[in-house]
């Protein structure tokens, strides 16, 4: 998967870096050990609307804890749920430790495309830095990068407060 990310990025003539490192399960052993000075360091979060099939998936600096109810509100949800393992796999072909934006270009959008929820810290950090889908790698670049991705793919951003 970190080749699929880096050609993908390539094709989009995006100046980013990949950093190799051992495994990392947390945001914060990924912190520890990705240190990079001036960027801000992201969770992801596959969530489900917990009365309907709706899926979206969240990003938030490492450190903010996830409202489920306040995050829900913001797309006229009343509660999120963790996605089952199962479904992250099949919706975005990833596993847990391993999610981030990134997995939307495995996403089957002919099925359903989950909306993007990013906090507005990460917003309008100047850079940021994801997993490739592979927790031994990292994915450093600049937020105007970033949106460039977000924007190939035409993903529905919703900016979150």
């Excluded at 009343?78 to 596993?95: C, I, N, P, Q």
Aim: aromatic letters at 10%; proline letters at 2%.
């Amino acid at each position: 998967m970190i080749n699929k990310v880096t050609d993908y990025l390539d094709s989009l003539a995006v100046s980013y870096k990949l950093l190799r490192h051992q495994a990392v399960v947390t945001t914060e052993e990924s912190r520890k050990i990705v240190h990079v000075e001036g960027c801000m360091s992201c969770k992801s979060l596959y969530v489900k609307d917990k009365k309907s099939d709706s899926y979206y998936l969240v990003v938030l600096p490492f450190d903010k804890r996830a409202d489920m109810r306040g995050l829900a509100g913001f797309v006229g949800c009343a509660k999120f749920e963790f996605a089952a393992e199962e479904k992250l796999l099949a919706d975005l072909g990833v596993h847990r430790g391993s999610v981030s934006p990134f997995a939307y270009l495995n996403e089957d959008t002919s099925r359903y495309s989950a909306p993007l929820l990013i906090d507005e810290e990460v917003w309008n950090a100047d850079k940021v830095k994801f997993h490739p889908c592979d927790n031994t790698a990292t994915v450093v670049l600049a937020l105007c990068d970033f949106k460039r991705f977000l924007q190939s793919i035409n993903k529905r951003v919703v900016i979150v407060k």
